[in-house]
């Protein structure tokens, strides 16, 4: 009897590689499609809410608006503060990332490289992360980012990323940014309005959108003289294509 339990207990050790591996299979072709899926639902479907949303603490306020009732202004505005290649990258700006992994290597203050269509595959898909939780995302960050890439293009990118980009304490989104600041749609923006909002989203919980002062007001009308820039150039033509 003894032998025979020892055999059954050999045989399970035997086993375990390709059990795991099995398991390690299965668990990684779910995450595909799970993954997939979701973004090729997203492509035409509102994202109704966020992992971010849903743990802030102060709540949340928004109003998905669809790109054709943002001011492109707005548009402007994002890409002349967040990502100015945004429309020649496919997803990544290796640049932005090597001048962030520099200014860190000097500061303690992490600060990041990343795009807008990074910044809405976090935002749509993932977590804020602080620690080591944040590098585990950074991976899953990239993957996310291929597929909305190369699923949603530029246009829905765009456009699911002022829908959801934080903006304010308990505001997510421009259009609920535009009305709780300046009492209007994100439809009658204008290039001041967009340019404010624009600077305060790298920190909307302490930057302020009405009356800024000190950096945050230069940082605004530096936003607000490259948004014509960026119209000029064109550097917004992907997304109105």
């Known amino acids: 009897m003894g032998r025979s339990n020892q055999g059954a207990r050999t045989?399970?050790?035997?086993?375990?590689?390709?059990?795991?591996?099995?398991?390690?299979?299965?668990?990684?072709?779910g995450?595909?499609?799970?993954?997939?899926g979701a973004t090729v639902i997203f492509k035409w479907v509102p994202v109704p809410v966020t992992l971010t949303m849903i743990l802030d603490p102060n709540g949340f306020d928004k109003t998905w608006t669809p790109l054709s009732r943002i001011?492109?202004?707005?548009?402007?505005?994002?890409?002349?503060?967040?990502?100015?290649?945004?429309?020649?990258?496919?997803?990544?700006?290796?640049?932005a990332i090597e001048k962030a992994i520099e200014r860190n290597a000097r500061s303690s203050?992490?600060?990041?490289?990343?795009t807008i269509s990074q910044q809405t595959a976090k935002n749509v898909f993932l977590w804020q992360g602080t620690g080591w939780t944040r590098y585990a995302r950074k991976g899953l960050e990239v993957w996310f980012t291929f597929l909305i890439e190369n699923i949603w293009g530029k246009r829905r990118i765009m456009e699911v990323y002022l829908n959801v980009?934080?903006?304010?304490?308990?505001?997510?989104?421009?259009?609920?940014?535009?009305?709780?600041?300046?009492r209007h749609s994100a439809a009658q923006l204008t290039r001041t309005e967009a340019a404010r909002i624009a600077a305060a989203l790298p920190a909307p919980k302490r930057r302020e959108v009405v009356s800024p002062g000190g950096f945050t007001r230069r940082h605004g009308n530096t936003i607000a003289?490259?948004?014509?820039?960026?119209?000029n150039a064109a550097l917004d033509a992907c997304v109105y294509r």
Not at 225 to 231: D, N, P
């Open 11 to 29: 045989a399970k050790l035997r086993n375990f590689p390709r059990r795991a591996a099995g398991w390690i299979g299965r668990t990684l072709a």
């Open 31 to 36: 995450f595909l499609l799970v993954s997939i």
């Open 71 to 95: 001011d492109r202004d707005m548009v402007a505005a994002v890409i002349a503060g967040e990502d100015a290649k945004f429309c020649t990258h496919s997803g990544f700006d290796a640049e």
């Open 109 to 114: 203050r992490l600060r990041g490289g990343s």
């Open 165 to 182: 980009a934080e903006t304010g304490i308990g505001t997510y989104g421009v259009e609920a940014g535009a009305q709780r600041y300046f």
């Open 225 to 231: 003289a490259r948004s014509g820039v960026v119209r």
